[in-house]
T-cell receptor, first 110, second 115 residues
Framework: SQKIEQNSEALNIQEGKTATLTCNYTNYSPAYLQWYRQDPGRGPVFLLLIRENEKEKRKERLKVTFDTTLKQSLFHITASQPADSATYLCALDRATPLVFGKGTRLSVIA | EAQVTQNPRYLITVTGKKLTVTCSQNMNHEYMSWYRQDPGLGLRQIYYSMNVEVTDKGDVPEGYKVSRKEKRNFPLILESPSPNQTSLYFC??????????????FGPGTRLLVL
């Protein structure tokens, strides 16, 4: 079955720096790879979706890359702010129910 | 407003007392799903439904039941709750492209405590 690893349980960075979060998967390449933000006690909120034939996607200060050779996605937040502090989840799908990683808890320190 | 609603938001119950958590979406999504989230274990899928009258087990279905009689509703039933079902539960919905799921919209969560 598909396995997903988000390689950091927690990540602390200084305000203004770029945060980079990693999502690695095994087995087959997904049709979609999605990133979500989750605040404590609340449901995940969709941020970005990248398809298997796309290398990069951007939205404001967010950038996602997708390398099917490395079986890896990188999620970047540029000019990070304390308000970006949250848990970020990656999720993968290909003809199966969406599978979520355990998430990386990002703390942006002022 | 497009949304997924869950009720109740908080529930304390006792072992063995049947309960139902409701989930409703107003986006005409085909796909609906239930997850539970526990510390250190992440989001784990309980059951999902690709459309009306079509349901299937996720990763952790034991002790749960679901039904999908209408497109908008997907209730989660615990026939005989046990303390190990204490958790934070999320309902989610999305459109589908073939059998792949598009963006998931999550409900606000139901925090369940089983004594």
């Amino acid at each position: 079955s598909q396995k997903i690893e988000q390689n950091s349980e927690a990540l602390n960075i200084q305000e203004g720096k770029t945060a980079t979060l990693t999502c690695n998967y095994t087995n087959y390449s997904p049709a979609y790879l999605q990133w979500y933000r989750q605040d404590p006690g609340r449901g995940p909120v969709f941020l970005l979706l990248i398809r298997e034939n796309e290398k990069e996607k951007r939205k404001e200060r967010l950038k996602v890359t997708f390398d099917t050779t490395l079986k890896q996605s990188l999620f970047h937040i540029t000019a990070s702010q304390p308000a970006d502090s949250a848990t970020y989840l990656c999720a993968l799908d290909r003809a199966t129910p969406l599978v979520f990683g355990k998430g990386t808890r990002l703390s942006v320190i002022a | 407003e497009a949304q997924v609603t869950q009720n109740p938001r908080y529930l304390i119950t006792v072992t063995g007392k049947k309960l139902t958590v409701t989930c409703s979406q107003n986006m005409n999504h085909e796909y609906m799903s239930w997850y539970r989230q526990d510390p250190g274990l992440g989001l784990r899928q309980i059951y999902y439904s690709m459309n009306v009258e079509v349901t299937d087990k996720g990763d952790v279905p034991e002790g749960y039941k679901v039904s999908r009689k209408e497109k908008r509703n997907f209730p989660l039933i615990l026939e005989s709750p046990s303390p190990n079902q204490t958790s934070l539960y999320f309902c989610a919905s999305s459109f589908t492209l073939g059998t792949a799921q598009e963006t998931q919209y999550f409900g606000p969560g139901t925090r369940l405590l089983v004594l």
